[in-house]
């Protein structure tokens, strides 16, 4: 999103949790080994830091993985992805190169991130649509076209009085919630990522399923402009900061995304 805000609106100290004693201190428990988990991710050799360029190729180019590997050092690697054509509909290939000592590695210092807050652990309600229901979702490199993704179902919860119906996409089988609200952009320590942050819904066996914004996280494009990152469509916009989870990524020489 393009908006800078600077005065940003907030919860209170005395928000009441939205979870179960039980979820919140399972959730706890898991965050230490969550964050490490992350810092791992993004710096590994295939991680967020390490993506230098996404080719995509044009129709009838047989280019292979090892062929677009001509002339890189022995620290890139290749590998293929598919997606399709905005306007014809019809799939593309692409190639994506990987350097295990990019810049990007070579300067990353850490994730900024909010301390834990119990209040932003939330259970929510999950009610299934119509398999073929889908959300147009505009992604940051496709000049204002949006892609339609499948969204399985509808997350309802309420929150100081605020009632919330959000859309999650079927990302390989796992939801995945990508939200904004008033930090995003913002100035001072508590701004956050200006294109929005993701999260994974943790689904249960009925229609329960928990939203832990502690683990709410930087999209990759804030690791790399090699990504296509959606951005979050209007219902996922909070009209609250939500100051939990990840803020943005922190370079060498105090360089922020």
């Given amino acids: 999103m393009s908006d800078i805000v600077t005065d940003l609106p907030t919860l209170t100290a005395s928000a009441s949790a939205s979870a179960s004693a039980e979820t919140i201190e399972r ?3 898991g965050w230490d080994a969550w964050r490490a988990s992350r810092l791992a991710g993004v710096t590994a050799a295939t991680g967020n830091l390490a ?87 505009e992604h940051i490199r496709d000049n204002g076209l949006t892609r339609d993704l499948v969204v399985p179902g509808d997350i309802a919860f309420e929150r100081d009085g605020v009632e919330y119906t959000l859309s999650a996409f079927d990302d390989d089988g796992t939801l995945l919630l990508v939200f904004g609200d008033p930090s995003n952009g913002a100035d001072g320590e ?9 999260l994974f819904v943790q689904r ?16 990759p494009c804030g690791f790399s402009d090699q990504y296509n990152c959606p951005l979050p469509p209007r219902n996922n916009r909070f009209p609250v900061a939500v100051t939990a989870g990840e803020k943005r990524v922190r370079f060498a020489g105090g360089a922020q995304h």
């Fill in 27 to 29: 959730a706890r428990e």
């Fill in 190 to 198: 508590d701004r956050t990522y200006a294109s929005g942050r993701f």
């Fill in 204 to 219: 249960g066996d009925d229609d329960r399923v928990v939203l832990d914004f502690n683990r709410a996280f930087v999209p």
């Fill in 51 to 137: 993506l230098i360029e996404t080719r995509w190729l044009q129709p009838g180019d047989e280019t292979t993985p090892e062929q677009a590997l001509a002339g890189h050092p022995e620290t890139v690697i290749a590998t293929e992805l598919t997606r399709l054509n905005l306007e014809t509909g019809e799939p593309e290939r692409g190639i994506r190169l990987w350097d295990a000592q990019s810049p990007a590695l070579r300067d990353f210092e850490t994730i900024d991130v909010f301390p834990f807050d119990p209040s932003w652990v939330v259970e929510a309600t999950f009610t299934p649509v119509a398999d073929d229901r889908t959300i147009p979702f």
